[in-house]
């Protein structure tokens, strides 16, 4: 491998190198993945394909008391509701029991879906290139290899315009949920405002770095580096997407971020992707939640 490659992410034939292993894995979150592996088990059972890791822990890069525990769990079949509010206790109880780790969540697909043909370049190049496997056959061996092209970015974020809608009503609810005046209350907002901030900020971030991946030709997941890399394309907007991977790693609870992504930076990446790369195939879910 090249050092030019191996810098952006790429292997010596170009293609987009799987991040993460558990080796990698810090010796104080080694515990939460071990319990997440034996809990996983526990709770799907024989319906369980396979579980993988993805995000800070398995890349090496967590800092106690400040990382959240991503999983992705594949069933054979689809999931329940119920096994989605499983999932979410699952994660609850580990961030309950572990302070290493500050919060967490689990995504659930059915085996069928991660391997389809509309999901191949959306959630199957997140299984074979952003997450680390820890239970069960790997999929990545059905899946085909990744260059960082239109379709990669297209397939990934092309999404933006379908979601703002969404995260407005998120944000109207976490300012509703302040009562009135009352400590427990403003607490509880607060709270929830700083996870908008981290989820949206890292969001978008990333988008903006998948808007100018195929012109740097490389990957990274490293926020501070996409806001990099995106800058030197988007000079006027680098300002507000660097201050936004800043905050994707250290939130904060304030309301003007919020509204900032969403009247301002989001709606203009939004339209700029779009004109870029277009719009990505729709997902049935998208009728459901029109």
């Known amino acids: 491998m090249t050092d030019t490659a191996a810098v952006r992410g790429l292997d010596a034939q170009g293609y987009i190198a799987r991040e993460g292993s558990l080796a990698r894995v810090p010796v104080a979150f080694r515990p939460v993945v071990a319990a997440a592996r034996e809990r996983l088990t526990d709770l799907f059972g024989v319906r369980l394909h396979s579980a993988y890791l993805y ?28 096994d989605h509010a499983g999932a979410r206790a699952l994660v609850e109880a580990l961030d309950a029991e572990f302070p290493q780790i500050d919060g967490g969540g689990a995504l659930l697909y059915g085996r069928a879906r991660l391997l389809s043909d509309l999901e191949r370049h959306d959630m199957g190049f997140f299984v074979a290139c952003l997450c680390t496997p820890l239970l069960g056959d790997d999929l990545a061996a059905s899946l085909p290899r990744y260059r960082p092209d239109t379709l990669l970015a297209r397939e ?133 939640a029109a």
């Open 156 to 288: 990934t974020n092309g999404d933006l315009g379908l979601l703002l809608p969404r995260w407005r009503e998120r944000v109207a609810r976490a300012g509703d949920a302040g009562g009135a005046g009352r400590t427990d209350d403003a607490a509880g907002t607060e709270h929830t405002r700083r996870s908008l901030v981290r989820y949206m900020s890292r969001h978008l971030v990333r988008t903006a770095f998948t808007l100018v991946m195929p012109r740097w030709n490389g990957w990274s997941s490293d926020l501070r580096v996409m806001a990099d890399v995106f800058a030197g394309y988007y000079p006027e907007r680098a300002a507000q997407v660097r201050a936004a991977a800043v905050l994707g790693y250290e939130p904060t609870g304030d309301a003007a971020v919020l509204a900032a992504y969403l009247d301002d930076l989001g709606p203009w990446l939004a339209r700029e992707y779009t004109r870029v790369h277009g719009i990505k195939a729709a997902r049935p879910e998208d009728a459901t």
């Open 55 to 82: 995000g800070s822990i398995p890349r090496g890069t967590a800092r106690v008391g400040r990382s959240d525990l991503d999983l992705l769990a594949a069933l054979h079949d689809e999931p329940t509701e119920a």
